[in-house]
């Protein structure tokens, strides 16, 4: 069965930093992509970023261009998220996602991703 598993969430002050790790077990295709996705507290949940595992390519919603960086280990099909200068609206579960011939013009929808891990909370205080 595949699996999801993430790690890495927790509580952190402003301005600080947090990895998160996903890894996709029993992976069943070659060409793929694993990214984030988050849901806030009475909010919708949207794209964070997303990265291609064979080609290395990422992509990342606005809000967090340049404080956010993904990167993987095509190996041990894992990705990392490194988030730095965290602000309390980051505050969300964060979901990994995985997804067969996610295309970079669809890489913020998630009904394009086939697996979803089961969600770490990440709380940034003020």
């Known amino acids: 069965q595949v699996q ?3 790690s890495g969430g927790g509580l952190v002050q402003a301005g600080g930093s947090l ?11 070659s060409n793929y992509a694993m990214g ?5 507290p009475g909010k919708e949940r949207g794209f964070v970023t997303t990265i291609s595992m064979s080609f290395g390519s990422a992509y990342y919603a606005d809000s967090v261009k340049g404080r956010f960086t993904i ?3 095509s190996a041990k099909n894992t990705v990392y998220l490194h988030r730095n200068s965290l602000k309390p609206e980051d505050t969300a579960v964060y979901y990994c996602a995985a997804g067969e011939g ?3 013009s669809a890489v913020t929808c ?3 991703y086939d697996y979803w891990g ?3 909370q990440v709380t940034v205080s003020s």
């Open 36 to 40: 984030w996705f988050r849901q806030a």
């Open 19 to 29: 990895r998160l790790s996903c890894t996709l077990s029993r992976p069943t295709f």
């Open 71 to 73: 990167s993987r280990d």
């Open 4 to 6: 999801l598993v993430e």
């Open 102 to 104: 996610v295309t970079p």
């Open 118 to 120: 089961q969600g770490t």
């Open 110 to 112: 998630g009904g394009e």
